[in-house]
């Protein structure tokens, strides 16, 4: 499958936003597309996803503060983050829904 790349990472103070990236290679069209994200010492959970059709799924926890989108023109599926708590902080990437390999991540820190 085409390689994905993250990026938009960065400090924020909480309440704050960013915007992350998840660029791909090639056409990524008819694929479901997920972000998880790893704190330190945590497992790595699925924060959400959205499918070929543009349907979405959210984990509880973001529910009204992240939105997930994509512009199959450009091969780049987005990750709104608003209202930013510290809680959020992390290694945020994206993936196939099936999970082949792990890109490098880009790093989210929520931090006054």
């Known amino acids: 499958q085409v390689q994905l790349v993250e990026s938009g990472g960065g400090l924020v103070q909480p309440g704050g936003s960013l915007r992350l990236s998840c660029a791909a290679s090639?056409?990524?069209?008819?694929?479901?597309i997920v972000w998880y994200r790893q704190a330190p010492g945590k497992q790595r959970e699925l924060v959400a996803s959205i499918t070929s059709r543009g349907s979405t799924n959210y984990a509880d926890s973001v529910k009204g503060r992240f939105t997930i989108s994509r512009n199959n023109a450009l091969n780049t599926v987005y990750l709104q983050m608003n209202a930013l708590k510290p809680e959020d902080t992390a290694v945020y990437y994206c993936n196939h829904r099936v999970i082949t390999s792990w890109g490098q991540g880009t790093q989210v820190t929520v931090s006054s």
């Open positions: 090639g056409s990524i069209s008819i694929y479901t």
